[in-house]
Every structure is written in structure tokens, then in C-alpha cells.
């Protein structure tokens, strides 16, 4: 069980429609998720395509309870964008980690995770698990 | 020796190249990758440019720390974060020194050039800004025209390579005959530089 409130979960995607559709449909899938703090940090602040860094400081604030934030991405400049805050160390809240997860199959699994009062580690390697659910 | 202001005034020209060659920039982004590097970088040096207006930090250090961190806010794609750490880092390895050698210079540059590749997992020859940044860093320790010289050959050298990284590496064969976007942006920051230096009388 984590300490404190449930962990948080933010979805960056270079698009603020896939980030907001993906947060819709793992705490649709989660089904009793509803106290899990899931933020989407889609797009640029003008409302583009690409990565914000302001938008993904400004997610993980909001869903930061304490207990740590797992942060997933899409590609490129989202992964490079969050490597790059959790280099500067104090632009994201204590305790928050980048996962190395598929972005919609480790979103479900990461927000099922923290549903169920799970720590960091084990979000973070439920949601790193799901790599290995193949499809063919 | 250089101080904070010869830091400033690189930076501000690297701002005024950026913004003169950004549509070259995105019109070999538009050949390989998503022709957006131009207007990305000219967004986040005009921000640079600005807050080193605001801000004046006293340090060499304590400019590319500030600038780093505009540039990995404010660019929206992958070239800020990877310039925000060259920046960053760079400006990290300087430490509080007031004025710094350009041997110190090209020391700690090369810190930041290592930073970026741990960053983006990139080495040279995968068709990145590295390509340009690693012959430039080995060619400061001869002087800022030698870096810019290895910097730009560097950068056109990128033309026969099969790119491997970002979202270039997807088109395979048909990166082949594109100068990298990158290695040319990154070249122009190092041109910028050297044409400080030239100003100073370096």
C-alpha cells in the first residue's frame, strides 16, 4: 500500500486529445478509479501538436498526493521533455518517475495499480509490465 | 577570458542567426521530419533573448542555466529539451566562476555535448546535432574558428547519412540525401560563438 493518498498518474502525449482520451479510457477501464488523480498533459499551451513543459509541471502538481507521480509518455520530444525536468530536480514533485511503458496499455495498467492502493514501484512496474502482452 | 556578458551576447546571436535562417531550418525540417524545427527554435531563442533582457545573471554559468531552462519551456518539440541540457549542463560545469578560460569553455561544452547524448541516446554518425557538436567540441581546443569550421563540415556531412534517431530514423533509405535539420541548427549556435569571439578580438 503507498503512503498517504493514492499515487498520481500523468499521461503526455504530443496530442491534448490522445492525452485526454487515454486518462477517459484507463479510468473508464479502471472502473472504481474515481479517486485516482489521472491529468492528461497533451500538446503545446497554444493548443498544437508537441510537448509542453509547463502543461506536464502543471499535471503533475495537480495529482501529486504524496505517495509519488508516474509519469507516461508517447514519443520524442514527451520522453526528452521529462527526462529533461527530471534532470533540473526541482521543476516536478518529489517522488515523480518517468515509466517505460506502452503510452494506452500502461495508462490502464498504472491506473488499475493505483486504484488498488499500490506503491510507486508497483504502478510503475505494473504499468512496465504490459510491454509484455502481446497481441499476435 | 570570458564573462557573463560574452555569454549574453552569444546568445543573443545565436537568437539573431536562429531567426535569419529559420526557414532554412524548416525546410530541411519539412524534407525529413516534421518542419516545425525553425519556428520551434526561433520561439525558444526569442525567449532566451528575452529573459536574458529581464535577468541578468552575473555569471557564465548562471546565463546558459537560464537559458537552458527558457529553451527546454518554451520550445514545445524535441530540439528543447536536447538544447535546453546542452545549455544546462554546459552552464552547470561552469559552476560560479565569474569569468572562464576558453579552455574551460570547451571542457565544459563537451560535458553538455555528453549530456545530450545520454539524453537522446544518440552517438555520431546516427544523423543528429551530435554529428555537428562532437567535431566542434574536439576543434574548440584549437580556437572558435576551428570549431565552427568542424561544425559546419560536420553538419553537412549529415547529407549521405541514414538517420537513426527521432522521427527522421522512420523514413530509413529516404533520410539519405537530406542535411540533418539538427546538425545544422546546432551548427549555427557554435558560428554564433565563434562570431563572438571575432567581435571580442578573441
Not at chain 1, 81 to 105: M, N, S
Not at chain 2, 17 to 22: I, L
Not at chain 2, 45 to 55: M, P, Q, R, Y
Amino acid at each position: 500500500m503507498s503512503e498517504g493518498g493514492p499515487v498520481g498518474i500523468v499521461l503526455v502525449s504530443h496530442s491534448a486529445q490522445v492525452a485526454a482520451a487515454v486518462a477517459e479510457l484507463a479510468k473508464g477501464l479502471a472502473g472504481g478509479a474515481a479517486e485516482v488523480p489521472v491529468a492528461p498533459a497533451g500538446g503545446t499551451e497554444g493548443g498544437g501538436i508537441g510537448t509542453s513543459a509547463e502543461l506536464i509541471s502543471a499535471a503533475a502538481a495537480s495529482v501529486d498526493r504524496g505517495a509519488g507521480v508516474a509519469v507516461l509518455t508517447d514519443l520524442g520530444s514527451a520522453v526528452l521533455t521529462v527526462k529533461a525536468l527530471l534532470a533540473e530536480g526541482d521543476e516536478l514533485p518529489e517522488g515523480t518517475r518517468l515509466v517505460d511503458a506502452p503510452f494506452v496499455e500502461g495508462a490502464v495498467a498504472a491506473v488499475v495499480t493505483a486504484a488498488a492502493g499500490a506503491d510507486l514501484d508497483a504502478v510503475e512496474a505494473a504499468a512496465a509490465e504490459a510491454y509484455s502482452y502481446r497481441k499476435v | 577570458m570570458l564573462d557573463a556578458d560574452f555569454f549574453r551576447r552569444w546568445l543573443t546571436t545565436a537568437t539573431a542567426s536562429v531567426g535569419r535562417e529559420a526557414e532554412r531550418l524548416t525546410a530541411l525540417d519539412s524534407a525529413i521530419g516534421d518542419a516545425d524545427h525553425g519556428s520551434n527554435l526561433q520561439r525558444g531563442f526569442t525567449a532566451v533573448a528575452t529573459a536574458l533582457e529581464k535577468e541578468t545573471p552575473d555569471t557564465p554559468g548562471g546565463v546558459l542555466i537560464l537559458a537552458g531552462r527558457q529553451l527546454i519551456s518554451t520550445v514545445g518539440g524535441a530540439s528543447g529539451p536536447l538544447y535546453g541540457t546542452l545549455l544546462r549542463r554546459t552552464g552547470k560545469a561552469l559552476g560560479d566562476a565569474a569569468e572562464v578560460g576558453e579552455e574551460e569553455l570547451a571542457a565544459a561544452l563537451r560535458a553538455g555535448v555528453e549530456a545530450v547524448m545520454t539524453l537522446g541516446g544518440a552517438a555520431p554518425g546516427d544523423k543528429t546535432m551530435i554529428d555537428a557538436l562532437v567535431p566542434a567540441v574536439d576543434a574548440l581546443g584549437t580556437g572558435f574558428a576551428a570549431a565552427r569550421a568542424a561544425a559546419e563540415e560536420g553538419a553537412a556531412a549529415t547529407i549521405p547519412l541514414r538517420a537513426r534517431k527521432g522521427r527522421a530514423s522512420y523514413l530509413g533509405e529516404r533520410s539519405v540525401g537530406h542535411q540533418d535539420p539538427g546538425a545544422t541548427s546546432s551548427a549555427l549556435l557554435i558560428a554564433a560563438l565563434a562570431e563572438t569571439a571575432e567581435a571580442d578580438g578573441e
